[in-house]
């Protein structure tokens, strides 16, 4: 799911996933996977209220 790259010009890039859940708003340490390779990751759910965004998202930022 493209976003509008404000992460990447923050020097956070995020991958965008769309909420299929009903899951808390917060700030989770997460681990994401990509072709069977693990990744410690941080995962924000909620809405973007800095940039006065009220539909509810997963981001996650992927450390490499």
């Known amino acids: 799911m493209q976003g509008k790259r404000r ?3 923050l020097g ?3 991958a965008n996933i769309p909420l299929t859940e009903d899951i808390l708003s917060g700030i989770y340490i997460s681990i994401t996977q990509i072709d ?3 990744y ?3 995962t924000f759910i909620g809405a973007a209220e800095t940039f ?4 509810r998202k997963a981001e996650t ?3 490499n």
């Open 61 to 63: 930022h992927i450390f």
């Open 52 to 55: 006065n965004k009220k539909d």
């Open 40 to 42: 410690q990751s941080i």
């Open 7 to 9: 992460g990447k010009e």
């Open 12 to 14: 956070y890039p995020t």
């Open 36 to 38: 069977s390779k693990e």
